[in-house]
């Protein structure tokens, strides 16, 4: 079944090469860390020393790096002489994990293929590798289930989307996942989809969704002067995540609130940095008063749209929302996380589409603390929300207090993983989480 994997994954890297040879040269889009990517090891890397408890940890992107932030550094505090690493897909999870744990720890993922894991299992000589949420590549769990690394997959949430088709292919799915020693699942409807995907019941435990336990960021140098800069100016509302296709639908709210509010400050942050320019063009051709941070010199903002052209700066910058909008809903692509504007006690909206974050979204639903809004509504939903500070007040309150009642899951998951770094005679083979 491997060999056969391997061959159609290699034979679709090689049909989707003058794909990733046009993205390079047009956006630069999956340039940085080609080489590591193909399993080369970068000489930032301090490798660890023989005989030392390594613990890889693998977050795609920026997503699951805050996820799983708190429990590295509570994983570190715990076992102060093992080595952890951490490895990212994306560029943008790439750049914050390095600001927050240092290049000489951080690396990109290496393709799914023996030639490019292997030499990170030698070099790296893992006994813990963590997966966050569903990376369940076959090469990565078997090769190293066989390079002796106990294999965690925590924050382990099966989608809407995905689950018929991991279902349809149970019976070549379950020898994957029994190369996993604990599954820690968000929920007990991720418990019940890894079952019956083929994952062993005994290995499931539900933890709780490590995203809530993620803190919110400080101030940066930008969200200071941001914040200096709009303090006489307002509403300030701040639309993140957005994705393509999206920004279209949102420039008509973006006119009525500058009609209505003309000293209003909007930040759009774009999710992917290949589409900076081409959202700059959309907002050009609106004929809307624009500035990119990347050119901004710090000057007051009366009015207008801030194109936010950075990446990593977007969480402290819902701080300072009246109103936050978060992206990928409005069209199919499953929504972003709106833990980070909530953890401010922000008054969020999102579009209809939120299945990747399904089980957050509910728990908000429930609570009264965030507004739903398809596209055709979506205006007339915001200038409500932008006419009543009660009302704004009261929807952000409710947001925060979720946050609050969500967290604990970094406890539940830190003693899993101490649990699977004792020495085998001393852990008991019917190892489960504590249930939330």
Not at 378 to 393: G, I, M, V, Y
Not at 401 to 430: F, I, K, Y
Request: with cysteine; proline share 6%.
């Amino acid at each position: 079944m491997y060999f056969l994997y391997t061959a159609l994954y290699a034979l679709a890297l090689v049909l989707a090469l003058p794909y990733w040879l046009v993205a390079m040269l047009r956006a630069g889009k999956y340039r940085a860390g080609l080489k590591e990517r193909f399993g080369f090891i970068p000489n930032r890397l301090k490798l660890p020393k023989d005989g030392e408890r390594v613990v890889w940890f693998h977050a795609v992107s920026v997503g699951e790096v805050l996820a799983v932030s708190a429990l590295v550094r509570s994983l570190a505090s715990e076992l102060p002489d093992a080595p952890i690493f951490l490895s990212t897909t994306t560029l943008a999870g790439q750049t914050l994990a390095r600001q927050r744990f240092g290049e000489e720890k951080v690396f990109y993922m290496p393709l799914d293929v023996p030639w490019a894991i292997n030499p990170v299992l030698r070099a790296l000589r893992p006994k813990l590798l963590v997966l966050a949420e569903t990376e369940f590549w076959p090469n990565v769990l078997r090769l190293a289930k066989a390079h002796d690394a106990q294999i965690a997959v925590v924050n382990a949430r099966i989608s809407d989307r995905s689950f018929p088709g991991y279902r349809r292919f149970r019976r070549l799915l379950a020898p994957v996942l029994a190369n996993v020693s604990c599954f820690l699942a968000q929920g007990e409807n991720d418990r019940e989809r890894l079952i019956a995907i083929g994952a062993e019941p005994a290995r499931i435990s539900v933890s709780g969704n490590l995203k809530f336990e993620a803190k919110p960021p400080a101030a940066t140098e930008f969200s200071r002067g941001l914040r200096q800069a709009i303090e006489n100016a307002g509403p300030a509302l701040v639309f993140g995540s957005t994705v393509d296709g999206e920004e279209e639908l949102l420039l008509p709210a973006f006119k009525s609130v500058l009609k209505d509010f003309p000293d209003s400050v909007i930040v759009l942050a774009p999710r992917h940095p290949e589409r900076f320019d081409r959202v700059a063009e959309l907002l050009r051709d609106a004929g809307l008063s624009f500035c990119r941070r990347s050119s901004w010199n710090g000057t007051t903002l009366e009015g207008g749209v801030m194109l936010l052209d950075s990446i990593g700066e977007l969480a402290s910058v819902y701080s300072l929302a009246e109103v936050a909008f978060v992206g990928g809903s409005l069209v199919p692509r499953g929504g972003h996380n709106i833990l980070e504007p909530a953890q401010f006690a922000k008054p969020i909206i999102i579009g209809p589409h939120y299945e990747n974050f399904r089980e957050i979204v509910r728990d908000f639903v429930s609570a009264n603390a965030v507004c739903i809004a398809a596209a055709e509504v979506f205006t007339d939903t915001l200038l409500q929300l932008l006419r009543s500070p009660a009302a704004r007040e009261a929807l952000g309150t409710r947001a925060a207090a979720v946050v609050a009642r969500g967290q604990g899951s970094t406890e539940r998951t830190l003693h899993a993983l101490l649990e699977l770094l004792q020495p085998s005679s001393a852990r008991n083979e019917q190892l489960v989480a504590p249930r939330a």
